[in-house]
């Protein structure tokens, strides 16, 4: 089992900034892949990014240039850095963990843009 606690979302201003981590605690396999996906009221959840325990990184195209995502291994924590915020980033943002053969997710933190 992989527990997965997220923190950092809130309300701010359209061009804002918000940092979300993710800490991971259990059975944690060295290579897996942690990410941020992120589901906004009547659409289906979307991959936002994720990066590997090597540190290869994807981002969604509507985040390119905006978001950061990183990771501290040691901590198996991962972190992403949002800047330039838009009214429609507005979703609930989860912490995702995947490995061989497992895929676990985090309880949520809302994330709202708007003034």
């Known amino acids: 089992q992989v527990q997965l606690v997220e923190s950092g979302g809130g309300l701010v201003q359209p061009g804002g900034s918000l940092r979300l981590s993710c800490t991971a605690s259990?059975?944690?396999?060295?290579?897996?892949?942690m990410g941020w996906y992120r589901q906004a009221p009547g659409k289906q959840r979307e991959l936002v990014a994720d990066?590997?325990?090597?540190?290869?990184?994807y981002y969604a195209d509507s985040v390119k240039g905006r978001f950061t995502i990183s990771r501290d291994n040691a901590k198996n924590t991962v972190y992403l850095q949002m800047n330039s915020l838009k009214p429609e980033d507005t979703a609930v943002y989860y912490c995702?963990?995947?490995?061989?053969?497992?895929?676990?997710w985090g309880q949520g933190t809302q994330v709202t843009v708007s003034t």
């Open positions: 995702n963990y995947r490995s061989i053969g497992n895929n676990y």
């Open positions: 990066i590997t325990s090597g540190g290869s990184t």
């Open positions: 259990g059975s944690i396999f060295r290579a897996n892949t």
